[in-house]
């Protein structure tokens, strides 16, 4: 099984909230920004017709900007939201979608119905298991739903397949996971997020 303790130290944290408005998902999204000092990592709509807001900061500064934003809202308009107090260094990066190559490595995806329920489980299998956050897109041109990619070697891209399938299967979050053991080149290129056939809705991001 996946052990703790697999991954730097972090002193990052990440908050993440989703709203039933596009418009409240601005103006809450402004709200966090001018309350604390954090970094604005997305503030975009999402199929279908929700708002996903991501920022990055201090855990103090990102606490207190997502409550800011909890106290900002219209009764019932933030639909839900995460705030991961040590993320781990992936997650970032994956979410901006860096066009990096996992050589030979096994491929290894999960999807699931919920863009935070991505993030978070994204989140806890960097660090749990000793697998590469590849990319994570979160809900945009996918009918709602989000895909996590990752990469390792087969006995941990193995454990967190299991890993998943556990926690994730558990919550009703998770529609899909598996793994590629001996993926094409092709396959790689097509994973990567400036592969063939990827939708590029993130082409003004950079990474850190």
């Not at 839900?80 to 970032?92: C, N, R």
């Not at 899909?176 to 592969?195: H, K, N």
């Amino acid at each position: 099984m996946c052990a703790e303790g697999l991954f730097p130290n972090s002193m990052t944290a990440l908050a993440a909230f989703e709203t039933n408005s596009i418009a409240q998902g601005y103006l809450l999204a402004d709200e966090a920004v001018k309350t604390s000092d954090v970094d604005l990592i997305e503030a975009n709509a999402i199929c279908a017709g929700k708002f996903l807001t991501i920022f990055k900061g201090s855990p103090a500064a990102v606490r207190s900007a997502l409550e800011a934003a909890k106290l900002t809202a219209n009764d019932g308009l933030l639909w839900q939201s995460l705030y991961l107090a040590k993320v781990h260094e992936d997650v970032v990066p994956a979410i901006y979608g860096p066009a990096k190559d996992p050589a030979d490595e096994v491929l290894g995806f999960f999807e699931s119905y919920s863009a935070l329920a991505a993030l978070s489980l994204g989140d806890e299998v960097a660090k749990k298991c000793a697998v590469k956050l590849i990319d994570i897109r979160l809900g945009r041109g996918l009918g709602g739903k989000s895909v996590v990619t990752f990469a390792g070697v087969q006995a941990n891209v193995e454990e967190a397949v299991s890993y998943l399938e556990a926690e994730g299967g558990s919550s009703g979050h998770l529609s899909d996971v598996l793994l590629i053991p001996r993926p094409s080149r092709e396959t790689y290129r097509a994973a990567l997020p400036d592969g063939p056939g990827h939708a590029c809705s993130r082409c003004d991001h950079k990474g850190d």
